[in-house]
């Protein structure tokens, strides 16, 4: 199975509709597929460690999805062989009034991950061209007249044309970005929400304000159509990859991860030959140390 088959890097046309939310037609043997997805945890693992040895690259992977994509479940299952010390999870949730009262990335790049660390964003800056798209909160937003004076329309183009810049930006500076849409069925996500609701262990995951948002599913889909057509780029592409089988999104996910830590050619630093020469010595002088 070939990552680049959900990899959209804006050259040519986009519709998000002409994506698969399910297995497609040749339907993968699961055995196989699980099978190769912990081979991929135990890769990205591996070269998550030369990753921060190394420290001259860094990776942010960016989760966008609809609720009850299985955004919690991947991250926890494709990042779990990682040492917990090169890797770190943000969740971006409605922004405060400090937040609200700088620019809309302002919040976000304090969260970018230094060189040889990985970070996941569980939602991100996209939300500002997503939820404040459909919910038109533009047009609430404090700023002066030349800011927010024009349609949705060229009001949005702006901000993706900001965060093109962004990332373009963060790329020149070491930051590989793996952008992830999990995209679910409308179908599946109705079947998610109700077991949410039927199994008590999971109920906690459940908020009405889910219902609602389901209520505007088309002006999301239209939203994050615009959103990927108009924010990838070869170096920042998008993948779109079908979650309505968990296990197949799972193993997807980790062959885009695996692509990303293996473009950075992570190697272990080695020492200068002196260094290597008292290496020996500090062997010899604990070798010979008197335990008594």
Known sequence: MRINKYRYDGSGPFKLSDYDTGLGEKKPDKKKILAQT?????QIAALQDKLYADSKESVLIILQAMDAAGKDGTIKHVMSGINPQGVDVYSFKQPSSDELAHDFLWRIHSKTPPKGKIAIFNRSYYEDVLVARVRELNKTYQMPQRCTGMSTEKFFDKRYKHIKHYEEFLYDNGCRIVKLFLNVSRDT???????????????????????????????????????????STKECPWYIIPADKKWFMRYLVSEAVLKALKSCSPQYPTLADEEIAKLGEYKQMLENEDTK
């Open 38 to 42: 912990e081979k991929n945890v135990v």
């Open 189 to 231: 996500q109705k079947k998610r929400f109700l077991e949410r609701i039927d199994n008590p262990a999971k109920n906690w995951k459940f908020s009405s304000s889910d219902v609602k948002e389901r209520g505007l599913w088309d002006e999301y889909q239209k939203a994050y159509s615009l959103a990927i057509e108009h924010t």
